[in-house]
C-alpha cells in the first residue's frame, strides 16, 4: 500500500449532513466521511479530463481502477485537526502526527469531564482526567469483583467520554469543530425573487475558531494499492495541482464547501508486534497488582491479547446478518488466517444506521446499520506471530463493507489503554 497523507484546509462553512431514517431534522457531521472525500475528488478528475487519468471511456482504465475496481483506493475519514491546548492556543499542524478516536471503555468526571493539564504537579483546568478501563475491568471480571471507578481526583462519578484526540510531546488533547446555523430563504424560480414561507436552516462546521478565528483544518489518509503501479504518484500531484478547486459536502452551489487540499507521500509502518508487546506486559503487570483483592475465582490464561479498536464506522455482517461484533470466525475470515486457539474475550460496542446521497446516481444509499466508531473487542491466542502480518494488513484494509469509504477503519491495540485510573490524562 502507498499512502498519500491529506491536509484539508476549510475555506468556508462544510455542510457535512446527515438524516437519520425516519427522521426530518438533517445533522452535521463532526468529520469529513471518507465517502464525500471519494466523491470529491473523482467528481474533479471528470471534470477536468485530467491527462494523468484515463478516460471512461477507455474500458474504465486509470479512473476505474482508482476508484470502480475489485481492489481500488481507500479513502480514509477526515478528522478534524485542531488539537487545542491551554487558553484556547492551537497547536501548528507540524507537530500533529495523527488524530484518533477514543475507545468505548473511556472514562472521565461526569462533572467536569476532559483531559487534565498540570504544571508544577498542581491542575490547570477545571477538567478531573480521561483513562481508559479495559485492563482493570478484565482483571475485575476473573477476581468476581464489580469494576466501581471514581473520578481521580475527587472521587465522584465516572461516565463514559468519547472523543477525537491526538497526543503532542506526550500529553494528550482533544480535537474537535464547532458548528452554526445558516439561516436561508427560498428563490421563487419564475420570479427570481425570495419565496414566502419558506425559510430553513442549514447546520454547518465553521471555517475558523470562533473566538481567535484560526483556521479549521482536518486530516485524512488516501491508501493506494501497490499493483496501480504509477498511479498513486499521480493522484498526489493532481491533488496539489489543484488543491483549491475541490468542494466537499452539499450546498456547493451556494458557496459552501470550499476547501484546500494538500497532499503529501507518507509512510506505510508496521510496529503491530510492538505494540501487542507493550500491551500484554501492562496487562500482566496489572493482573500482579490486582492479587492484593485475593485470590482470584479464575487465572488469567497464559496467552498473548489484542484489542482490535474501531477508528470508523463499520458494516459488519455476519451469516447475511448485520451484527455489531467481530466475532473469532469473522475475524479469522478478514485475516484469512486459521487458528482455533483465537478466542474473542470481551466486547463494546453500539449501533447507529447510515443512509447517503449517491452524486453519480443522484439517489439514495441504502439505510445501513452500523457499528459505531470507538468500538472495542479484545481478543486473545496462543498462536502470536502468525498474526502479525495479518493485523498489520487489517489496519490498512480495515473490515466490513465499504472499506474503501472509509469505514472499517481499526487500530490494534490503541495506546490509550495504557492509561490508567491512577495516571488519568
Known amino acids: 500500500m502507498k499512502r498519500i497523507e491529506l491536509e484539508i484546509k476549510a475555506l468556508s462553512p462544510l455542510a457535512i449532513s446527515r438524516q437519520k431514517p425516519g427522521g426530518s431534522v438533517s445533522e452535521c457531521e463532526d468529520y469529513i466521511p471518507g465517502s464525500v472525500i471519494r466523491g ?24 476505474q481502477a482508482l476508484f470502480l475496481g475489485d481492489n481500488p483506493a481507500i479513502f480514509q475519514n477526515a478528522y478534524p485537526a485542531n488539537v487545542k491546548a491551554e487558553k484556547g492556543r492551537i497547536f501548528p499542524q507540524k507537530r500533529i502526527q495523527e488524530i484518533k478516536f477514543l475507545p468505548a471503555t473511556t472514562l472521565s468526571s461526569k462533572n467536569n469531564p476532559g483531559f487534565c493539564r498540570k504544571r508544577n504537579g498542581k491542575c490547570s483546568t477545571d477538567c478531573k482526567g480521561v483513562f481508559d478501563s479495559l485492563i482493570d475491568r478484565f482483571c475485575t471480571e476473573y477476581h468476581g469483583l464489580p469494576y466501581d471507578p471514581t473520578c481521580p481526583e475527587d472521587g465522584g462519578r465516572v461516565e463514559p467520554y468519547s ?20 439561516t436561508r430563504v427560498g428563490i421563487n424560480r419564475r420570479r427570481a425573487t425570495s419565496e414566502e414561507e419558506i425559510l430553513y436552516s442549514i447546520e454547518v462546521i465553521n471555517e475558523s475558531e470562533p473566538k481567535n478565528n484560526n483556521p479549521l483544518f482536518f486530516k485524512a489518509s488516501i491508501l493506494v494499492p501497490d499493483h496501480l503501479k504509477e498511479l498513486p504518484e499521480n493522484l498526489y500531484k493532481f491533488i496539489n495541482n489543484n488543491s483549491k478547486y475541490f468542494r466537499i459536502g452539499g450546498s456547493t452551489s451556494r458557496g459552501l464547501g470550499k476547501v484546500e487540499i494538500h497532499a503529501k507521500l507518507g509512510e506505510v509502518k508496521n510496529n503491530i508486534q510492538e505494540k501487542i508487546k507493550v500491551f500484554n506486559d501492562k496487562l500482566w503487570e496489572h493482573w500482579g497488582k490486582w492479587s492484593v483483592f485475593g485470590n482470584p475465582i479464575e487465572e488469567l490464561p497464559k496467552r498473548t491479547y489484542f484489542t482490535l479498536d474501531l477508528q ?3 458494516i459488519l455482517t455476519e451469516k447475511w446478518q448485520r451484527t455489531t461484533v467481530i466475532s ?24 447507529d444506521y447510515r443512509s447517503g446521497w449517491n452524486a453519480a446516481w443522484g439517489l439514495m444509499k441504502d439505510v445501513e446499520l452500523i457499528t459505531n466508531k470507538g468500538a472495542v473487542y479484545l481478543f486473545s491466542t496462543t498462536a502470536p506471530d502468525i498474526w502479525y502480518d495479518a493485523l498489520a494488513n487489517l489496519e490498512l484494509k480495515g473490515v466490513g463493507e465499504r472499506t474503501c469509504e472509509g469505514f472499517g477503519q481499526l487500530e490494534v491495540c490503541n495506546d490509550f489503554h495504557l492509561v490508567f485510573r491512577e495516571e488519568a490524562a
Do not use: C, H, P, T
Not at 335 to 346: G, M, R
Open 328 to 351: 473469532e470466525q469473522m475475524l479469522k475470515q478478514f485475516a484469512n488466517i486459521e487458528d482455533e486457539s483465537l478466542k474473542l474475550k470481551v466486547a463494546y460496542s453500539s449501533y
Open 312 to 314: 470508523s464506522d463499520a
Open 163 to 182: 472523543s477525537f484526540y491526538s497526543k503532542v510531546d506526550g500529553m494528550y488533547y482533544n480535537a474537535s469543530v464547532s458548528k452554526r446555523l445558516l
Open 40 to 63: 470529491a475528488v473523482a467528481s474533479e478528475i471528470l471534470k477536468q479530463s485530467n491527462q494523468q487519468f484515463s478516460d471512461l471511456s477507455q474500458n474504465g482504465g486509470d479512473f
